[in-house]
């Protein structure tokens, strides 16, 4: 099950896909950088660097069984 986050340098991880200009990207590495901040590897070869400060939108594959009740 895909659900959408918001994610940010911190809190960003392998397997989130992003949508960048219509077409989708999904993270298969990652790498620190100075002043907390992350260089992402997609599977096709591209690479992005996330700052401290951006906040972006992903969807991110969970496991249904593994929500939290409401």
């Known amino acids: 099950m895909l ?3 918001e ?3 911190h809190s960003v ?3 989130d896909q992003l949508m960048i200009g219509g077409q ?3 993270i298969c590495d990652m ?3 100075p ?3 992350k260089r992402l590897h997609f599977t096709g070869g591209e690479t992005m660097t996330l700052t401290r ?3 972006l939108w992903a969807a991110r594959r969970t496991d ?3 929500l939290p009740r409401r």
């Open 35 to 37: 002043r907390n901040a």
């Open 13 to 15: 991880r392998r397997g």
């Open 24 to 26: 989708t990207f999904t």
């Open 7 to 9: 994610i940010d340098a």
């Open 31 to 33: 790498t620190a950088l």
């Open 53 to 55: 400060t951006t906040t």
């Open 3 to 5: 659900v959408a986050v």
């Open 64 to 66: 249904p069984r593994r």
